[in-house]
């Protein structure tokens, strides 16, 4: 069974640096392609960033330069680093095995404000 478990989210001033967790269980990290979506306030998922095999990673043009996905094998634990985080990047940050969000865990909330 696919198991996500997103972590790490909090809240920070505008430019400031959050680094996400999504621990993977159920299947092996690298053998599948990954995802980050995002859930702002009355708004719908947004695909953030997809990690490819080999940590190839491709970004929304909204995020692109300021975050940074990556992957830990031994721990089989995805990361998103957020950096140069603005208001609106406020959401909740999930993990999942789809752009649409499949499989996704409870989230980890992401709050940016003064």
């Known amino acids: 069974e696919v198991q996500l478990v997103e972590s790490g989210g909090g809240l920070v001033q505008p430019g400031g640096s959050l680094k996400l967790s999504c621990a993977a269980s159920?299947?092996?990290?690298?053998?599948?392609?990954m995802y980050w979506v995002r859930q702002a306030p009355g708004k719908g998922l947004e695909w953030v960033s997809t990690?490819?095999?080999?940590?190839?990673?491709h970004y929304a043009d909204s995020v692109r330069g300021r975050f940074t996905m990556s992957t830990d094998s031994a721990k089989n634990t995805l990361y998103l680093q957020l950096n140069s985080l603005k208001i609106e990047d406020t959401a909740m940050y999930y993990c999942?095995?789809?752009?649409?969000?499949?499989?996704r865990g409870q989230g980890t909330q992401v709050t940016v404000s003064s």
């Open positions: 999942a095995t789809s752009p649409a969000g499949l499989d």
């Open positions: 159920g299947f092996t990290l690298n053998t599948r392609i």
């Open positions: 990690m490819h095999s080999g940590n190839v990673g």
